[in-house]
């Protein structure tokens, strides 16, 4: 409970597995009530916000060919596996990185998926695990075991 006389409040909010999710002071207020009100607000909007925010998962492939091949690679990609990519149920969205070095260049594929669930559709059981296409052997320099996850937070 607040106190009128104190002029250092706290506010920690928790998710349901109890990780502190926000902390912050607030002082120099005159009186008790007007802060309590101005909290309670503050308190009911952050709460409001971390409800509806979506929370979706980033996948992160990365793959290199040697540059005389980037061109056709990158053509491959967009034609064939962007097209698996979207055709997935869950998928939400594909993008390609491309970067460039003297000697190679790295191919990123990033796509959010609405659930792990969506994933496997794509990659199988193991979605750590990359996913390869025949054709790859014609571009690529290595093959890279597994991709990586991330939460996404969109607000």
């Known amino acids: ?30 009186t008790g009530e007007v802060l309590f009100s101005l909290e309670m607000i503050f308190c009911l909007t952050l709460v409001s916000q971390l409800q509806i925010m979506k929370t979706v998962i980033t996948r992160v492939w990365h793959g290199t060919t040697p540059v005389s091949k980037a061109e056709a690679y990158l053509k491959f990609l967009l034609e064939k596996g962007v097209n698996v990519y979207k055709n997935t149920p869950g998928n939400l969205s594909v993008q390609v990185w491309r970067r460039a070095e003297p000697e190679k260049v790295h191919f990123y594929t990033v796509t959010t998926w609405d659930s792990i669930e969506s994933i496997k559709k794509f990659a199988g059981d193991e979605v750590r695990r990359a996913r390869y296409y025949p054709e790859d052997k014609d571009y690529l320099v290595e093959y890279e075991p597994d991709v990586m996850h991330c939460e996404t937070f969109i607000p």
């Open 1 to 30: 409970m607040l106190s009128p006389n104190q002029d250092l409040y706290r506010i920690i909010l928790r998710d349901l597995r109890g990780s502190t999710l926000i902390g912050l002071k607030a002082g120099n207020v005159l």
